[in-house]
């Protein structure tokens, strides 16, 4: 036995507390705490894609010859790939580990301990947590009522010590858009704007080509969410040229396996099958808006995502949520500031919809 026994004591004194983020679990885990089976449960609590990947995705992964190699640290096929998606130069393009990986590097990248990072919460909690981790301060400018980015507040939060504020449009998890305006007003500050498309397929509006014009833009992008690879890691990112020497150099070299280089490229294969389960997901989310709306007690928001923020009216989110969850649906339910018994419901299948409401209407 080693004599060495306090690793606490060594651990850096500004991350030895910190509060992990928050996950979801995986649907065996919630399967077996309430003890229903997983083909039963509704898993509508991690914006991830119920229809799943395409196909050929699942027969390009079986059919790949080449696991027992390290894949290409310069991603060169998947970038080339991604931009022609995307409609830029692979120049522009790196891919991340999922684009958690990517709000991860940039932040590594321009945050000497200390640098402040403007947070608009209610938002996407990995923006304060990844700044913890890379030695920086979150200082939170609040979002609106209806949701809308104090721009007039995040001027006045500036200093000499801001590096780069995240915007996630639209946002997790109200749903709602940044304007272009604001994104042009925010990049006249000295510093690196992060527009966050993660549901950008289930909108279609983006900032991709100010990146072009901007030398301090940057646009994160996912497969997660539309292209249902969540569990995979495939994450890419829009930047200025000269950022992306600098992240290619400083990422871990094969930092997107081939697996995720496999099933994005192949995806973007099969845009036919993924738009029609996009279309079919976004059909659904106003369907699922109009029914949520015949209860009284509960306000829906408006969503240009794939999933609805609603707040409960009498105060018992809380309560709605634990009742949903002893009949297998799972939702996520928030109580931060702005969030006051508020429930977060991915958009699913119809006959998921239909469950949500029939155990709603139960509970009235
Ligand atoms: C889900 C989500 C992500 C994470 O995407 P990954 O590619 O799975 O890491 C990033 N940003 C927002 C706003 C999200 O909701």
Redesign the pocket.
């Known amino acids: 036995m080693s004599l060495f026994q306090d690793s606490e004591k060594l651990i850096r004194r500004d991350i030895r507390h910190i509060e992990g983020y928050v996950p979801i679990e995986p649907t065996e885990i919630l399967s077996k705490q309430v003890e229903i089976p997983p083909d039963k449960v509704v898993k509508l609590d ?2 991830e894609n119920p229809y799943g990947c395409s196909e050929k995705v699942r027969q390009a992964l079986a059919n790949y010859e080449y696991y027992h190699l390290y894949p290409d640290p310069e991603q060169r096929e998947l970038r080339r790939a991604l931009a022609e998606y995307v409609g830029v130069g692979p120049e522009y393009i790196v891919a ?8 991860d590097l940039v932040l590594r990248l321009f945050l000497e301990p200390g640098d402040e990072v403007i947070n608009c919460p209610p ?2 909690g ?1 923006y304060s947590f990844s700044t913890s981790v890379c030695r920086g301060l979150t200082v939170d400018v609040p979002r609106r009522e209806d949701f809308s980015i104090d721009v007039p507040g995040i001027k006045k939060a500036l200093n000499k010590n801001t590096k780069v504020i995240f915007i ?1 449009s ?4 109200s749903g709602n858009l940044v304007s272009e305006g604001d994104i042009r007003e925010l990049l006249k500050g000295n510093i690196i704007v992060v527009i ?4 950008f397929e289930f909108c279609g509006v983006t900032a991709v080509r100010l990146v072009m014009q901007h030398a301090n833009l940057i646009v ?6 539309w292209a249902g ?2 569990g995979l ?3 890419y990112g829009i930047f200025p040229a000269d950022i992306v020497k600098h992240l290619m150099r400083i990422k871990q070299p094969y930092n997107v396996n081939c697996a995720a280089q496999v099933a994005a490229l192949e995806s973007l294969r099969d845009m036919d099958y993924l738009r029609g389960t996009i279309k079919a997901i976004t059909a659904e989310r106003e369907r699922m808006i109009g029914e949520l709306s015949q209860f009284t007690w509960l306000k829906v928001y408006p969503s240009q ?1 794939n999933f609805v923020l609603c707040r409960v009216l009498d105060g018992e989110a809380k309560r709605v949520h634990r009742k949903l969850r002893q009949k297998g649906i799972f939702v996520r339910y928030f109580d931060a500031p702005g969030l006051r018994d508020c429930l977060r419901i991915s958009v699913g299948k119809p006959e998921h919809t239909d469950a949500l409401v029939v155990a709603l209407k139960d509970m009235c």
């Open positions: 991690g914006n991340g580990s999922g684009s958690d990986e990517l709000i938002t996407f990995m996630a639209p946002n997790n998890p966050d498309e993660a549901y994160l992008r996912t497969f997660s969410k690879l969540a890691r495939a994450g995502a």
